[in-house]
């Protein structure tokens, strides 16, 4: 009886020194999945949201008078003046004038020349 308990704990010390043999690769293993959701969030997530980001940022940066524009809430105007963080637009016929934050500008539809002299 103790001769099979002595060898079921020898049994148990050796394959718990393989598994503790193995188990560096097992962590890796288990990584390599986790690493490659991370990229994958990476290229469909966050950098194509940087990229809009950076668009919306120069087409803020580079508004000018005259230029139509379309706020967040669906308003129409033409811009009059350009301060550091607000804008003066004109809307419809009536030459009603609202100022509203540049970060309220949600599309330019004025078509700019892009080329340097």
């Given at each position: ?80 003046s350009v301060k550091e ?33």
């Amino acid at each position: 009886m103790t001769e099979l308990l002595t060898l079921l704990s020898a049994g148990q010390t050796a394959t718990g020194t393989q598994a503790n043999a193995a188990n560096p690769v097992n962590m890796l293993v288990m990584l390599i999945p986790l690493v490659l959701m991370i990229v994958i969030f990476y290229f469909l997530i966050i950098r194509p949201e940087k990229k809009r980001s950076k668009k919306m940022k120069e087409m803020l940066d580079n508004l000018e008078v005259a230029d139509e524009v379309v706020t967040a809430g669906g308003i129409i105007g033409r811009v009059l003046s350009v301060k550091e963080d607000t804008v003066l637009i004109e809307t419809g016929s009536d030459r009603t004038k609202i100022r509203i934050l540049k970060s309220s500008i949600a599309e330019n539809r004025t078509v700019h020349d892009t080329q340097e002299s």
